[in-house]
C-alpha cells in the first residue's frame, strides 16, 4: 500500500515524537500563513483579505496554486491597525 508524503511525514513524527521540522520546506511554510488561518487568527473574512490585497494593505504570496500571507506581512497589518480605547 502506497503512503502519501503526508502520512510518511506524521508516521515518522509519531515514531521519533520529534517536535523540529522533518523536511526543511516545513520550517519554511511556518513563515507563512494560508488564507483560512489569517481569517482565524485575525478574524476577518475571506472576501475582507482578498479586499485589502486589491488595496494594496496586505501582500497576498502565491506559491504555486496556493495563496499564502507571510507572519511578519500579517503582523505588520494587525499593528497598522487603529486601536480604540
Not at 520550517?27 to 500563513?33: H, K, N
Not at 482565524?40 to 500571507?69: D, F
Request: include cysteine; aromatic fraction near 10%; proline fraction near 4%.
Amino acid at each position: 500500500m502506497a503512503f502519501s508524503l503526508l502520512q510518511r511525514c506524521f508516521a515518522t513524527r509519531i515514531h521519533l515524537k520529534n517536535e523540529q521540522p522533518f523536511h526543511p520546506w516545513e520550517t519554511a511554510m511556518r513563515e507563512f500563513l494560508t488564507i483560512r488561518e489569517f481569517s482565524e487568527t485575525y478574524n476577518v473574512s475571506v472576501a475582507t483579505i482578498y479586499r485589502l490585497r486589491e488595496r494594496g494593505e496586505l501582500a497576498v504570496v502565491k506559491i504555486g496554486r496556493a495563496s499564502r500571507i507571510r507572519r511578519t506581512d500579517a503582523e505588520r497589518w494587525a499593528k497598522s491597525l487603529p486601536v480604540h480605547q
